[in-house]
């Protein structure tokens, strides 16, 4: 055999409701055994998406395959996928044991095999002495594992999770991430898992796919996609970023100058277009007290201090620039509010964006 | 202030004492031993009970009453069931139309339903017949079953279905172990109102009845035209007792809410 087949890949996908198309030609392909986030901006076709891999949606153009398997137009009860859905979808008139049963059953899986296969994926999310619990006496972190160790029980060939933690709260919404992440490691299985809170899927995936207005923008691992994002609209949906139009200022493309800011830089890479966006994270701006000649130079409105860090608002003319500095214990943050301040980055690590489409 | 007040409670224990008055006259006068129907009794017996219980005539009437019960009860659920999927479930032209139709039989007066449906039942040759009454009954109670079973679809989460199809359920067996069963109160209290509304239905059906067949009801109304025996109160008094079992078995196993519940929105 030669490299291995992806699990699941979407050739050309589109779905249009009417004349508003959803979802626009999406390719993606998804290794086996891999934790892959679908981020977005709601209403941008992440749920669209994944209800035509899982079935409950017909593709409008393009063609799915499941398992090296032509899928497009299997029923989804033929896919053998797990879905875990938005609001759960619990059967309120079985028990927690029964939920998780009910794949198996549908199977006609002999007894002991049933009761084996239950007992091992409530054990999978430590649910195991709530076999008998009606499922409206358990808590929403514990629906959210029965969910789970339903969909898990028929030992789908991929999960499917639209946006499982979003109604949770904060606290328990961290813990369940990392309990997520570590129950896809033990088990192998390959995760497609939907979310529009990026910090969510930074910290969870193996590759992250950054949706916008039904198409795929960007695809790679959290650290690709955070310190080189593709376009415009990554670098501003994930993290924050100062990101300024960029005018080529030589014929090799190597100077930039930024018009609005009044300033030349030295480009991070070749820029063979006219104009481009020059994305420059808060934590690579660098600050430090005026005066400095012939530098660029603003004023901080604002000061916002959160514990580790401390974020500037600055006023440069009419330009505003996002600026965050470490803060250690027992020091006094570096700057206040109405300090001057020169303003600097390292070239290397700005990110030169097309323009936005629009 | 305080007078005000306890005028105010006995007016409620009034009207609560007084609604079921004529009822529990009935009740107490069906224990008579006298041949005619008087109020308070002179003498108590089970008489009439036995009198009902030992005719032919009353009887056939119950056993009419109770198949006729029965099958309407069936046929109305099934047919509610298939117009509350539709309308819940599908989009189609005539939807409206289609929801008004179906609730029309109660906005007109009963009387006129009954000639009304006279005609139908001439044009295809069964009048007089217990097809004719039981086409009759399964329309009267159809808005009757139709809300329940509405109501408890609008309620359930359509995300439960996909969530068995993508456990590999296909839709008979999404249909068995996840639908139904969810739907049952609804289905519980159609088929319960429906029993209750054609085991009591007179007005329409004294339209539709003939010499070979009769209902308890109907029975009970000719019996009333001809003598006064307590033996009418006695077959009231059966009939209460069948409707307050059902209404309170429904209540206590499903609850009354989804047949009282308001149209909510989706
Ligand atoms: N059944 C539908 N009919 C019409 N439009 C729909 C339907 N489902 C989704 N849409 C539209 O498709 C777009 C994508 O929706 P969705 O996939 O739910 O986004 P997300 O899950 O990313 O929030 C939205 O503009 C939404 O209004
Ligand atoms: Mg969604």
């Known amino acids: ?358 | 202030m305080i007078l005000g007040r306890a005028l105010w409670r006995l007016w409620i224990f009034l009207i609560f004492a007084f609604l079921p008055a004529p009822i529990l006259v009935v009740i107490v006068s069906s224990f008579s031993r006298s041949g005619y129907l008087r109020f308070p009794p002179t003498e108590f017996s089970l008489r009439w009970y036995g009198e009902f219980l030992s005719s032919p005539i009353w009887l056939k009437a119950l056993g009419t009453s109770t198949v006729l019960a029965v099958g309407v009860a069936l046929a109305t659920t099934a047919v509610a069931f298939l117009a509350a999927f539709a309308t819940s479930r599908l989009r189609f032209p005539g939807k409206g139309s289609l929801e008004l139709l179906l609730l029309s039989p109660l906005l007109f007066p009963h009387a006129a339903i009954g000639v009304a449906l006279l005609g139908v039942v001439a044009a295809l040759g069964w009048i007089g017949t217990f097809q004719a009454v039981a086409l009759a009954h399964v329309i009267l109670c159809i808005p009757f079953a139709y809300r329940p079973i509405l109501n408890s679809m609008r309620k359930m989460d359509l995300a439960l279905e996909e969530a068995a199809m993508s456990l590999g359920a296909e839709p008979a067996y999404v249909f068995r172990h996840v639908t139904l069963p969810l739907l049952r109160p609804g289905l519980v209290t159609a088929l319960l109102f429906s029993f209750i509304i054609s085991f009591d239905e007179v007005t329409v059906t004294l339209f539709l009845i003939g010499p070979s067949v009769s209902t308890l009801p109907t029975q009970v109304f000719a019996h009333i035209l001809e003598s006064a025996d307590p033996v009418i109160a006695a077959i009231s008094s059966f009939l209460v007792l069948v409707t307050v079992v059902l209404v309170a078995l429904l209540d206590r196993f499903v609850g009354l809410e989804l047949f009282v519940e308001a149209e909510r929105s989706r």
């Open chain 1, 1 to 358: 055999m030669g490299e291995e087949k992806p699990i699941l890949e979407v050739s050309g996908v589109t779905k249009a409701y009417g004349a508003a198309l959803a979802v626009r030609g999406v390719d993606l392909a998804v290794r086996r055994g891999e934790f892959l986030t679908l981020l977005g901006p709601s209403g941008c076709g992440k749920t669209t998406l994944l209800r035509m891999i899982a079935g409950f949606e017909t593709v409008t153009g393009g063609s799915i395959r499941i398992a090296d398997r032509d899928a497009t137009r299997l029923p989804p009860y033929r896919r053998n996928l797990g879905m875990v859905f938005q609001n759960l979808a619990l059967f309120p008139h079985l028990t927690v044991g029964e939920n998780v049963a009910f794949g198996l059953k549908v199977k006609r899986a002999p007894q002991s095999e049933i009761e084996q296969g239950v007992r091992r994926a409530l054990e999978l999310v430590e649910l195991g002495h709530l076999k008998d619990r009606a499922v409206h006496q358990l808590s929403g972190g514990q629906r959210q594992r029965v969910a789970l160790a339903r969909a898990l029980a028929i030992g789908p060939s991929l999960l499917l999770l639209d946006e499982p933690l979003g109604a949770l709260d904060l606290k328990l919404r961290r813990q369940l991430q990392i309990e997520l992440k570590q129950l896809q490691r033990r088990v192998g299985t390959t995760f497609i898992f939907v979310t529009h809170d990026q910090e969510e899927a930074l910290g969870m995936s193996d590759r992250i796919a950054v949706m916008n207005q039904g198409r795929i923008e960007q695809l790679g691992t959290a650290k690709e996609i955070y310190d080189t994002p593709a376009t415009a609209f990554v670098a501003r949906f994930v993290g924050d970023n100062n990101l300024f139009e960029a005018q080529r200022n030589d014929g090799a493309g190597r100077a930039i100058r930024l018009p609005r800011l009044g300033i030349v830089r030295t480009a991070p890479r070749a820029m063979p277009e006219a104009q481009a966006l020059l994305a420059v994270r808060p934590e690579n701006i660098v600050l430090r007290r005026a005066p400095a000649d012939g530098a660029l130079s603003g004023d901080i409105v604002e000061d916002t201090y959160s514990g580790a860090s401390v974020r500037y608002s600055i006023a440069v003319g009419t330009e505003h620039l996002v600026a965050t500095m470490p803060c250690r214990v027992g020091e006094a943050p570096p700057f206040a509010k109405g300090d001057r301040v020169v303003i600097d980055w390292d070239d290397a690590r700005s990110v030169l964006t097309p323009m936005d489409q629009t």
